[in-house]
């Protein structure tokens, strides 16, 4: 595995495997990679011939208040992980080598950015997701892109950008990688401990109890929050949201009767989790 800092040497390398026929493609990380990071790689490993990992904690899309300074990094273990993963390019710049002096350009999805995360963390948020994930297109012209349905909202941005400015790139969203218990992977499971590391899981038991009733024909949305909301309850837990809305246009929903999405984010100690689960409609 190489270790690239530079547009230029990405560049050079992915054209080289271009001009041998091979495909290409791509998984975006902030490193501090788990079992979620590590089964994108797998899943790239086996669709597409070069496989590249970029490691960039993104600044633009953290807010001034969020946890840019102290976010999980260690590239060296990082490194070791991709390189068992098989991964041939680890692309890890430095800021000034995706936001030079004077960038000036941002990607903004309208409708989408509104709710969940957007509404909760501020449209800034997935502003800087959409323009870094469309510069790391840019830089590496990947034939398939790797995402984890973990951040079910930023695989619908990003299949949005792809869509509206016609990108030529397929997206794969892989499914969520959980501890054993049910909690899903997050570089910021590292912030929680012991006492907040029990409570984090009623996350995904809420989840689960919205689940199991959808699974038994419920299909009122307010009856299946509410099962969820219950779980959450018990723990003390205060979601900063916890909504059903559509699978594909994150519009609010009555029923469940189509895709639905079922999405949770909560502070849970020194953590901000997010969580979700995917409600198969009847269609
Ligand atoms: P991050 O480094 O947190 O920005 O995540 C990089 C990629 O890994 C994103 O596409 C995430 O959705 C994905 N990812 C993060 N956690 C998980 C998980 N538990 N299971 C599957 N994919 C994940």
């Known amino acids: 595995m190489r270790i690239l800092r530079t547009i230029r040497e990405v560049r050079s390398a992915v054209s080289e495997a271009r001009r041998d026929g091979r495909t290409v493609g791509l998984v975006p ?10 089964s994108l790689m797998r899943a790239a490993r086996k669709d597409t011939d070069l496989v590249v990992v970029s490691l960039f904690v993104n600044p633009t899309q953290f807010a001034p208040n969020e946890d840019l300074s102290t976010y999980p990094r260690d590239e060296q273990r990082d490194a070791e992980l991709a390189a068992g993963e098989h991964v041939d390019i680890l692309f890890a710049p430095a800021p000034e080598e995706i936001y030079p002096e004077g960038f000036a350009t941002s990607i903004h999805v309208a409708g989408l950015t509104d709710v969940l995360d957007g509404a909760s963390r501020g449209a800034h948020h997935f502003d800087g997701v959409a323009t870094v994930v469309t510069k790391l297109f840019g830089i590496v012209r990947p034939d398939v892109a790797f995402f984890g349905q973990k951040d079910a909202q930023q695989v619908l941005v990003v299949r949005r950008v792809v869509r509206d400015l016609n990108l030529d790139v ?3 969203a892989c499914p969520i990688a959980r501890e054993p218990d049910g909690l899903a992977m997050s570089s910021r499971n590292v912030y929680l401990d012991a006492a907040a590391r029990q409570r ?3 996350l995904s038991r809420a989840l689960d109890a919205a689940q199991a009733l959808h699974d038994s024909g419920e299909r009122d949305a307010d009856g299946i929050r509410a099962a969820a909301a ?3 309850d018990e723990a003390g837990i205060a979601p ?3 909504e059903l809305r559509d699978a594909e246009t994150l519009a609010p929903v009555a029923d469940t009767r189509r895709d639905t999405l079922l999405a949770v984010a909560a502070r ?3 953590a901000r989790l997010i969580d979700n689960h995917l409600l198969k409609g009847d269609a």
């Open 230 to 232: 219950a779980v959450l």
């Open 268 to 270: 849970v100690g020194a």
């Open 29 to 38: 990380t902030m490193g501090a990679f788990h079992e979620g990071h590590l």
């Open 170 to 172: 397929r997206i794969e």
């Open 200 to 202: 984090a899981v009623f």
């Open 240 to 242: 900063e949201y916890l």
